[in-house]
């Protein structure tokens, strides 16, 4: 499999870009044609042909914070209850507050400690999803004993005030975030914007870009206390109970801060041996009706690390290189409490799903035994997936898989230490399509060793294999080998913009490759079908388009439509009028409209298919109506403990 996570080039304007993410199997068009893509989530969430009436709003007695601008809500505080997943059980799955095996020196109990957990934003393009590694920490801290809220502004809009409204509401002692490279500035920013509201509040972050970025980050950054660096959870089953008591960090293995202005990192910490004794990931913390109507599949990690050493490589960085398994009953359970929720569409996002045979086989017999059914997609790589592999996974559900190909080049891939030969990749391609599965091939452009001549070959080759494909531009990130060593490879790295680093713009140059030859490689592949995406734009103005194509332009624009909504606040504005349009519903619509000024037919379609769909409902207030989104399927609000 292979990282630069590269791709997600999804259509935006409506479909500017395509994809094939080696994470995620995001909607994407086809190279060959106009016939899918998009298609794939049109087919999941289906616009109906003409509007529905507004679903009633129910009753609530609960006290409305301002946290996503309306819709988060304080509640059920008095009893002291920590929120409850939908077994009734602990959110995360445990009955005990401490799952085993992870070291942990003592739950707050009663529970006082208030932890944030901030989403961070990103854009539609990189096809925002679930955060996975966020609801893992979220449900090592409420592990831990404390009371947690995530704070999503990937599906609502981020301003400091709304923030400060959150803060002042929540009054939690640690806000914490994550971020990728590419949205590392955003993240920063909220902590900013965090300590400049509340000086004493501890801050800290996690995930890939300051797991390896963590002393120049605190030394940049005086507004960010803590860095957890990599694996999560044990360090924060050991640092919550005591984060309060700074002189204690010293003893935490796996962070870094500040000491009397010098930036301490303790002794790394090993990798957790056993996955099962995790929580869960604490999804019931996240407003999934939003990610719901938004519709990109849930992510999954069934194992973590990877024996492989590709080079510009930053996940097996992050996960070690000794594949550890979830056993397929923990999978198989996680995957049911995902469906509860409403989801129908799952990404099996490990780093090598693929790694054993026994265990993909185990995983796929526990799906058929329980009989879940669900639409699957996984990323491989090339050499450890075989006929009866596939065939098995495609029994299980799964319907597409995606191989990080990266080169055309045997020179380029033995470079990159990746592993796998031209006649391997060609195999796997053609296996997995005997097998009936939609096959995504991911590129980088720039790896060491490109050349005119080997972007020609790369071309050819990706053409050849006959499946949807997309390229990235190399991204060097850190903690990357490609990054440490960069003089060894003829590259150069030309900013350390972290915007930069979103792998859809040329920033390095080689001695035999200028960024901008980079760039208009990739940009020749998206022209093509940029056109025909504005022929089709055309024939969608004059309602001219085949049934096959408006499905997939009108998914493209639902899509628009929805992350708009969900990143503009559109829905949870100030509180409409009815007596001008008579109904609630109506009143909705037209606002939407006059706010996006998108083709009135769809605005209505879509609204109307989110308000049956018990995404967003409405509330009475004095002078009109409130629109909001629900939390999720079994809470319409999102409960917090006081
Ligand atoms: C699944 C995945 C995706 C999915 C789903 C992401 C999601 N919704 O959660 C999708 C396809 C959407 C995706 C998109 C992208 N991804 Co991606 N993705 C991954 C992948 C394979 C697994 C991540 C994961 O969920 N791991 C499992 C969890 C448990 O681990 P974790 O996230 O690291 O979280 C742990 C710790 O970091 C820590 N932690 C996490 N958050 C917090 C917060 C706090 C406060 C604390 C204390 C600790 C903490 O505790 C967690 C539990 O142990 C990784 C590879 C990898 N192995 O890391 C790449 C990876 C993270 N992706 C990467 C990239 C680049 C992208 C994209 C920019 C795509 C692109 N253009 O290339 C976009 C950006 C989207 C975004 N902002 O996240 C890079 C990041 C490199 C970098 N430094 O930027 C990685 C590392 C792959 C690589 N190239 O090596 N990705
Ligand atoms: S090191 Fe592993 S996870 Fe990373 S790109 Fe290579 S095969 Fe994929």
Redesign the pocket.
Known sequence: ????????RLPVGPFARYSV????I?PYVSFNGLDTAVGQLARRHPLPAASLPASRATKSNLLRDRIYGHTAYRANGQTGQRANGPTGKRANGHTTPFPSGIPHPGVIDPPTMKIA?IA?P?PL?????????????AA?CEAAGAQVIILDY?VSQYTPEKLAAALDAFQPDVV?????????KGAIKIMQDVKAHRPEIIT??????V??DAPNTLTRYPELD???I????A??AE?IPVIQSRPTWHDIRGIAFRDKGRVITTPSRPP?TDLGTLPL?ARHLLPVSRYLALG?P??I?TS?G?PNKCI????????GHKPRFRSAKVVVDEIEHILSYGFTWI?V???LFTASKRRVKEVCDEILRRGVKFVWSA?ARVNTVDPEMLAMMKAAGCDSIGFGVESGNQGILDLAQKGITKEQIQRAVAWSKEAGLRVHASFIVGLPGESPETLAETSAFAQALDVDYGY?LL?P????TIKEDIHNYDLEILTEDWDR????QAIVRSSRLSPQQMDAFVAALYQEHEAKTREAEARYQQGQCPPEELIWLEAGYRLKLVFALLSKDLIDGAPLKTRDHGDPAAALIAHVLSATQMNPSLVQRTVSDLIQKGYVKYKTVPGGINWYWTHNCRQETFALAS
């Open positions: 499999m292979g990282p630069v996570c590269p791709l997600a993410c080696r994470f995620m995001v957990l961070s990103y393009e990189e096809a925002p999803s679930p955060p996975l590694g966020l609801c893992y920490a090592a990937i914490g975030t994550n971020s990728v490279t590419m949205n590392f800290m972050m996690g995930g890939p870009h797991s390896f803590l860095i957890v990599g694996e999560g959870e360090t924060l640092l957790i990931p990109f849930v992510s990690i973590r990877c510009f490589c930053q996940g097996r960085r992050m996960v990404n996002a490990d780093d990323f990235h991204s990130f850190p903690g990357t680093y979103d792998a859809n």
